[in-house]
């Protein structure tokens, strides 16, 4: 099993719809959770993190945690075909040593 | 603008040959890491350090691969001899010393390797 699982997609959602990214984690002791966004050919870069249970809003992002399940979401709210990109979950399982899952890919269809 | 910066950013060479990577962090990050991604594989992490010492390179092929960091501003990354197979796209990223317990991690524009 991997430590951090995530729906490879592709994930197609409308524009203006919400898109709705899902990812599993194995490890009960981890603390830190973030997710990255990655263009094509282009690095990760980091969109949102969050560290306690419930939801975290930052303009048209909201990230969920729920530890009791290991389970940890990024909704995108008014999607935009500049959305269109893969995101990675990341999980911190201690110390600065963070796994990253494969990645969803979303397309924005206009 | 503070930004990880990569280079090479594009390096094809023979099966064989050494290559060298470098990185160099965001001013005032104390933390370095570097990845390989693939699509098959996706990011792994390879090695990390801190304060420029070795915390954990626990996912490099040791008998070919090499990690340094000779001083705050520098990360190499180092293969000898390269093969097929190390062909990937390596990132370097960093976190900032005043990170806390956040560990956002910064990521450089990568370097694509090809070995032929």
């Known amino acids: 099993q991997k430590e951090v699982e995530q729906n490879s997609g592709p994930l197609s959602v409308p524009e203006g719809a919400i898109a709705s990214l899902n990812c599993t984690y194995s490890?009960?002791?981890?603390?830190?959770f973030f997710w990255y966004r990655q263009y094509s050919g282009k690095s990760p870069e980091l969109i949102m993190f969050?560290?306690?249970?419930g939801d975290k809003e930052d303009g048209r992002f909201t990230a969920q945690l729920n530890k009791a399940s290991q389970y940890v979401s990024l909704l995108i709210r008014d999607s935009q075909p500049s959305d269109s990109a893969t995101y990675l979950c990341?999980?911190?399982?201690?110390?600065?040593?963070?796994?990253f899952g494969a990645g969803t890919r979303l397309f924005v269809k206009a | 603008d503070a930004r990880v910066t990569q280079t090479p950013r594009h390096k094809v060479t023979e099966m064989g040959q050494e290559v060298t990577m470098r990185c160099q962090p965001i001013?005032?990050?104390?933390?370095v890491f570097w990845y390989r991604q693939t699509m098959m594989q996706g990011l792994e992490l390879l090695a990390y350090?801190?304060?420029?010492?070795?915390?954990?390179d626990s996912g490099m092929p040791k008998d070919r691969f090499s990690a340094e960091m000779p001083d705050a501003t520098l990360a190499t990354l180092k293969i000898q001899p390269s093969e097929p197979r190390d062909s990937a796209v390596y990132f370097c990223?960093?976190?900032?010393?005043?990170?806390?317990?956040?560990?956002?991690?910064?990521f450089g524009p990568g370097t694509r390797l090809t070995v032929t």
């Open positions: 990341a999980v911190n399982t201690g110390g600065f040593k963070t796994i």
């Open positions: 490890d009960r002791g981890s603390q830190s």
């Open positions: 969050i560290y306690s249970n």
């Open positions: 001013l005032g990050h104390n933390t």
């Open positions: 350090f801190r304060n420029r010492a070795p915390l954990d």
């Open positions: 990223a960093s976190v900032s010393a005043e990170a806390g317990n956040s560990y956002e991690q910064y």
